[in-house]
């Protein structure tokens, strides 16, 4: 019962580094999403793919790129890390035949740039 | 655009008692589903208990129940005989049920709740 996995849980990185968080998931879902979580924000959606193949933004996307890398994963990469990003990052999946169906979440992965 | 309303940043409850999350949203669609997660400190978050707009009926998921007044735009979580292990961060959230949309969705910023011995 995989779900959706995250890597890395944790990362450190300096200002100006690059990196990128995986995601993958095993519920044969089509839609996928990348949010940032930060006190006192909520969940804000950074990135989304309805499907294999697309990508579109969501509220917060500068600073991001992702890559729907085939039906499973959605990778969510930072060019040139910066402070303010500084946050806990989620990834979601969903099954895009119905609308009832919630997003199931990974456990997240806690950023911080120094 | 739509918006999800969350007015009670904290809330408390002493375990085993009764208490009410308030959930307001605003949108001009008539077909929507709203959701309920929790979200305990390990971070994980956990869908509680789903509300399909064309139901009448309130969602029941076991000591969790919601007050859905369509009319009003509200969607509440009630949770009875409250335990420790209720303390969480939860989100009230809406999702469209258009396609345009590619099922995003609109999160409200979250209450607190405490759980008191």
Same mark, same amino acid.
């Given at each position: *019962?995989?779900?959706?996995?995250?890597?890395?849980? %944790?990362?450190?990185l300096?200002t100006?580094?690059?990196?990128?968080?995986?995601?993958?998931?095993?519920?044969? &879902?089509?839609?996928? $999403?990348?949010?940032?979580?930060?006190?006192?924000?909520?969940?804000r959606?950074i $990135? $989304?793919?309805?499907?294999?193949?697309?990508?579109?933004?969501?509220?917060?996307? *500068?600073?991001?790129?992702?890559?729907?890398? *085939?039906?499973?994963?959605f990778?969510?990469?930072?060019?040139?890390?910066a402070p303010?990003?500084?946050?806990?990052? %989620?990834?979601?999946?969903?099954?895009?035949?119905?609308? *009832?169906?919630?997003? &199931?979440f990974?456990?997240?992965?806690?950023?911080?740039?120094? | 655009? #739509?918006t999800?309303? #969350?007015? #009670?940043?904290?809330?408390?409850?002493?375990?085993?008692?009764?208490?009410?999350?308030?959930?307001?949203?605003?949108?001009?669609?008539?077909?929507?589903?709203?959701?309920?997660?929790?979200?305990?400190p390990?971070?994980?978050?956990?869908?509680?208990?789903?509300?399909?707009?064309?139901?009448?009926?309130?969602?029941t998921?076991?000591r969790f129940?919601?007050?859905?007044?369509?009319?009003?735009?509200?969607?509440?979580?009630?949770?009875?005989?409250? #335990?420790?292990?209720?303390?969480?961060?939860?989100?009230?959230a809406?999702?469209?049920?258009?396609?345009?949309?590619?099922?995003?969705?609109?999160?409200g910023?979250?209450?607190?709740?405490?759980?008191?011995?």
């Amino acid at each position: *019962n995989a779900g959706v996995t995250q890597t890395p849980k %944790f990362q450190v990185l300096k200002t100006g580094q690059s990196m990128t968080l995986q995601c993958a998931q095993d519920m044969n &879902h089509n839609s996928m $999403y990348w949010y940032r979580q930060d006190p006192g924000m909520g969940l804000r959606l950074i $990135y $989304y793919s309805a499907s294999e193949g697309t990508t579109d933004k969501g509220e917060v996307p *500068n600073g991001y790129n992702v890559s729907r890398l *085939n039906k499973r994963e959605f990778s969510l990469r930072l060019e040139s890390a910066a402070p303010s990003q500084t946050s806990v990052y %989620f990834c979601a999946s969903s099954d895009r035949g119905r609308t *009832n169906q919630p997003q &199931h979440f990974g456990d997240g992965t806690r950023l911080s740039i120094l | 655009a #739509q918006t999800v309303t #969350q007015s #009670q940043p904290e809330m408390s409850v002493q375990e085993a008692e009764t208490v009410t999350l308030s959930c307001t949203y605003d949108t001009s669609e008539s077909d929507y589903y709203l959701f309920w997660y929790k979200q305990p400190p390990s971070r994980q978050m956990i869908l509680v208990i789903r509300q399909e707009a064309y139901k009448q009926q309130n969602a029941t998921e076991n000591r969790f129940s919601v007050n859905f007044q369509k009319a009003a735009k509200s969607f509440s979580l009630k949770i009875s005989d409250s #335990q420790l292990g209720d303390a969480a961060m939860y989100f009230c959230a809406y999702r469209s049920a258009y396609a345009g949309n590619n099922r995003k969705l609109i999160w409200g910023l979250g209450t607190s709740l405490a759980v008191n011995p």
